[in-house]
Nanobody, 115 residues
Framework: QVHLVESGGGLVEPGGSLRLSCAVS????????MGWYRQAPGKQRELVAR???????SYADSVKGRFTISRDNAKNTVYLQMNSLKPEDTAVYFC?????????WGQGTQVTVSS
């Protein structure tokens, strides 16, 4: 059984930074493309960043130039570095495969951007 555990969220002021982590157990993250999603209150979950098994990255327009996805295969962990955070980045952030079939969803980590 694959488990995803997201961490690193918190309360940050606009313009601040956070680094999210997604620890993966039950499989080798190196063989999969992985992504970071977010879900704001009252909105659908959206994919904001993805990284292929080969390391190619892509981003939603809303976060391009501010967020960076990376992976550490030795630690079986995927990261999301978030810089220049805006209030509209406030959401619960999740990791998972960017295409179906996905893994069981983790609990996510809350990111709140507010002064």
């Amino acid at each position: 059984q694959v488990h995803l555990v997201e961490s690193g969220g918190g309360l940050v002021e606009p313009g601040g930074s956070l680094r999210l982590s997604c620890a993966v157990s039950g499989t080798l993250v190196s063989i999969y493309a992985m992504g970071w999603y977010r879900q704001a209150p009252g909105k659908q979950r959206e994919l904001v960043a993805r990284i292929s098994s080969g390391g190619t990255t892509s981003y939603a327009d809303s976060v391009k130039g501010r967020f960076t996805i990376s992976r550490d295969n030795a630690k079986n962990t995927v990261y999301l570095q978030m810089n220049s955070l805006k209030p509209e980045d406030t959401a619960v952030y999740f990791c998972n495969r960017p295409t179906a079939p996905g893994f069981p969803w983790g609990q996510g980590t809350q990111v709140t951007v507010s002064s």
